[in-house]
């Protein structure tokens, strides 16, 4: 019986010993980790590092326009002051867009942002230029979701 012991006890060893050769050493595994990681930050870093600067040349743009023809033009005062207050949060927030890299959540924190400047700073940029106000009801929409990805920013 203790031939027979001492038998499996060498063969379990052997099997032990090519079982643990078999699997990744510990710094293959680091390796991969450390990899995964930087493609999970990185991805969402480089998506929104274009999107901010997609909406500053848009922000820059819009603002020319606000600056020189739109201010000449036959606006009324509540119209200019709507655009100019479209043209302000358009440019902050994209400002806020180039940290959301560095946010716990930066997927969430990045998409909130984007959604409450196209909702925010899209109604009042309609309602300026086209004198349409019917939109205006889902402008304080746009600002909560601003709100809401400045908080997020906690976690």
């Not at 010993?17 to 480089?46: F, R």
């Not at 909130?112 to 309609?126: A, R, S």
Request: hydrophobic residues 45%.
């Amino acid at each position: 019986m203790s031939d027979f012991i001492t038998e499996t006890g060498k063969l379990l060893g052997n099997l032990g010993g090519t079982i643990v050769n078999w699997l990744p050493s510990t710094k293959d595994v680091q390796t991969v980790v450390v990899k995964e990681v930087k493609t999970m930050t990185v991805i969402p870093a480089s998506i929104f590092f274009r999107l901010a600067g997609l909406s500053g040349a848009i922000a820059v743009g819009i603002g020319a326009y606000g600056a020189h023809a739109f201010r000449d033009s036959g606006a009324t005062e509540e119209q200019k002051r709507t655009f100019e207050t479209a043209s302000r949060y358009h440019f902050f927030h994209t400002l806020a867009l180039l940290a959301v890299p560095l946010a716990g959540k930066p997927v969430l924190v990045g998409s909130l942002l984007v959604t409450g400047m196209t909702v925010f700073c899209g109604t009042c940029y309609i309602s300026a230029l086209t004198g349409n106000s019917s939109l205006n009801r889902f402008t304080p929409y746009g600002g909560m979701t601003l709100i809401a990805a400045w908080a997020s920013m906690m976690f």
